[in-house]
């Protein structure tokens, strides 16, 4: 008596294939959380380094304007030249502002020789009376985010100009950290960017720079 020959069970069945599928499918979701995770601590990374570049750049410049306020001593009697910054001034209690005023030799005056004293300024007539501008650094009220420097003339007329700092500056301000006339004075300086982005909080990544600026000295 013949018998039926054995068929050969060939192929998956439907619940190895489901097990397949689902096992696949995890992998796949657990490769996309990781490839998310990663690039979302790259733009973190980057917005962060973004800010606290612009706030390097910006305080070097806050910086390097500040250090050169001088006393405008064409304009003032002996002994009674105001202080290089005009505001804010020192105090017993420091209190920031959002700006900070000083005088300036007006660019290019020291670059030949400057203008003599007249007999009616306050100094040895025939010294040097290089003319003087006031500078103030501030936030733009106009445009969010941007840290102008406005140039006017203290003397011997001209025109005001302003120059962009910077900009994403979220926050600036000026402390009087105390000095003498003759010793020169200290402020700190803080300076704020922010850069927008989905990835930090309140989609902004912000970093915040301080910085200790001496100014003046012997008058």
């Not at 096992?23 to 962060?48: C, P, Y």
């Not at 502002?97 to 040895?124: D, E, I, K, M, S």
């Not at 025939?126 to 102008?148: H, M, S, Y």
């Not at 020169?184 to 910085?211: E, I, M, R, W």
Request: proline letters at 9%.
């Amino acid at each position: 008596m013949r018998t039926a020959p054995r068929r050969c069970n060939a192929g998956f069945t439907l619940v190895e294939m489901l097990t397949v599928v689902a096992v696949i499918g995890l992998i796949l979701t657990m490769l996309s959380l990781e490839f998310i995770s990663v690039v979302s601590t790259t733009l973190h990374t980057r917005a962060n380094t973004d800010a606290e570049s612009q706030a390097r750049t910006i305080m070097s410049k806050v910086d390097a304007h500040l250090r050169a306020a001088y006393f405008d001593y064409p304009d003032f009697p002996p002994g009674a030249s105001p202080v290089p910054v005009i505001s804010p001034v020192p105090a017993a209690s420091a209190t920031p502002l959002g700006y900070v005023t000083f005088y300036r030799v007006r660019a290019n005056q020291l670059a030949t020789t400057p203008p003599t004293c007249g007999p009616t300024q306050p100094y040895v007539q025939g010294a040097p009376c290089p003319l003087f501008d006031q500078v103030t650094i501030e936030l733009n009220p106009r445009v969010p985010g941007e840290l102008d420097e406005i140039v006017q003339p203290a003397s011997g007329g001209g025109t005001t100009a302003t120059t962009v700092l910077g900009t994403g500056v979220t926050n600036f301000s000026v402390t009087p950290m105390g000095g003498g006339s003759q010793n020169g004075y200290l402020y700190q300086v803080q300076v704020t960017v922010s850069k927008p982005s989905a990835h930090c909080v309140a989609n902004q990544c912000s970093f915040t720079l301080s910085d200790l600026i001496y100014v003046g000295g012997q008058q």
